[in-house]
């Protein structure tokens, strides 16, 4: 997500009705770091949060295109980053559907990357902690929603059991 500049912010606020922005300054003072972006997510695409959606998506794949796959080392470093701005772009849109998305979008590119997880402890616990996520998000959801998105869930907890356990058994003997 590109940040707008001070200027259209500006002229986007002085748009906006006084509780309008009273609304949008508490939901900013809870963000100090990211408070730009913040901003330009309230003021130009909350209303659309299907293009939010597909423009983190975009960025998620640009990063997985950057993965350095010579070592899991390397992997690892660019996967904790995409968590991270999944996790930022998720406290913004504060919306569990984005979220939900947002983490199965990832554990999916994950799976399909190459990427050997199930190798490497940490990989395959940042794989397990966003399958936990989306669990836990998964029942805050609508039945309707919860069923269109537990069929998604259910394809990536398949897959991963019987690697996982097959890796176990072969370290252990």
């Known amino acids: 997500m590109k940040s707008a500049t001070v200027h259209e912010i500006k002229q986007e606020l002085s748009s906006a009705k006084p509780a309008q922005l009273v609304e949008l300054c508490l939901r900013l003072a809870r963000f100090k770091k990211e408070n730009k972006e913040l901003l330009t997510y309230l003021l130009f695409e909350a209303n659309d949060e299907l293009a ?3 423009s983190i998506k975009k960025e998620i794949d640009e990063l997985f295109e950057t993965i350095n796959l010579s070592h899991l080392y390397f992997a690892k470093k660019t996967l904790r980053k995409i968590v991270r701005i999944i996790n930022k772009y998720c406290r913004y849109s504060n919306s569990k559907q984005t979220e939900i998305e947002l983490r199965i979008y990832f554990s999916q590119k994950l799976k399909d990357s ?13 794989y397990d902690s966003q399958l936990k996520k989306i669990h836990a998000v998964l029942t805050t959801l609508h039945e309707d929603l919860q069923y269109d ?14 690697p996982k356990s097959k890796f176990k058994l072969f370290r252990k003997g």
Do not use: C
């Not at 190459?114 to 940042?126: A, D, E, Q, Y």
């Open 52 to 54: 939010y959606v597909t």
């Open 114 to 126: 190459g990427i050997p997880f199930t190798r490497n402890k940490v990989i395959s616990n940042l």
């Open 149 to 162: 998105y537990s069929r998604q869930v259910e394809e990536l907890m398949v897959t991963t059991d019987a």
